[in-house]
């Protein structure tokens, strides 16, 4: 199983459950971990009878919440040990220093650092990093509607010090109120729709989705998202 993690105080989980839709609709099994303070996967993600941990499934995606290790969520679901969760891939939602330590993301194959420019995403971001004694390569994922070179300098900034390589790569999204709105409406009817997303937002899906996804071609990822624009 592959493991994607996605660190930051950011909101992100909408975010990573859209991405999520992309793989399954490109016929990936997915699970998304939320491992972060907050859970909020447990509001916004429709599930039966749950317990203080549990994996529910949406939109064909597993989601697992309360979860502290790959063994606890192995264990839920009956699987023996020394036996692998039976996912393609696994997207971990992390804002918290045990949970990095967890789900060993510093042995993931990719880590993405999401963030805004607001200070307390800025700090308490980078406060999850405060325990590693090891580098550990970042891409950055940002979140701001007017991107400049000063807010990155700024992040930069604070990050020194912090043991983190970042990746030269930067994925920029510019987040609209409009994209807001959607993701709200996507959470009160319970589905995942990207009909009203502008345009900058899915497009930052698809670029991420080609990255991750690399067995799958770029056009076969333009397709399953406009088949999610139709309503699969």
């Not at 999401?114 to 700090?123: G, P």
């Not at 400049?148 to 700024?154: A, F, G, P, Q």
Request: charged content about 25%; some cysteine.
């Amino acid at each position: 199983m592959r493991k994607i993690g996605f660190i930051g105080a950011y909101d992100k989980i909408d975010f990573i459950i859209y991405l999520a839709k992309i793989g399954v609709v490109l016929g990936k099994k997915v699970l998304v971990i939320d491992s972060t303070i907050n859970q909020k996967a447990k509001y916004i993600v429709p599930k039966i009878n749950p317990t203080k941990s549990y994996v529910t499934t949406y939109e064909n995606i597993d989601v697992a919440v309360g979860f502290e290790n790959y063994e606890e969520i192995k264990q839920y679901l009956g699987i023996p040990d020394g036996v692998d969760l039976e996912y393609d891939i696994a997207f971990i939602d992390c804002d918290n220093s045990s949970s990095l330590s967890g789900f060993e993301l510093q042995a993931a194959e990719k880590n993405y650092f999401v963030t805004s420019f607001d200070l307390f995403s800025l700090n308490r971001g980078l406060e999850i990093l405060s325990g590693l004694t090891t580098p550990m390569t970042l891409t950055k994922i940002l979140f701001s509607k007017m991107m400049t070179k000063e807010e990155d300098d700024y992040l930069n900034f604070l990050a020194l010090g912090y043991k983190v390589v970042w990746d030269n790569e930067k994925i920029y999204l510019p987040f609209e109120s409009g994209d807001q709105s959607a993701i709200m409406e996507n959470q009160r009817i319970a589905k995942v729709k990207f009909k009203n997303l502008s345009v900058p937002y899915k497009e930052s899906l698809m670029y991420l989705a080609e990255e991750i996804f690399k067995d799958v071609k770029s056009s076969n990822v333009k397709k399953a998202v406009k088949q999610i624009e139709k309503g699969v």
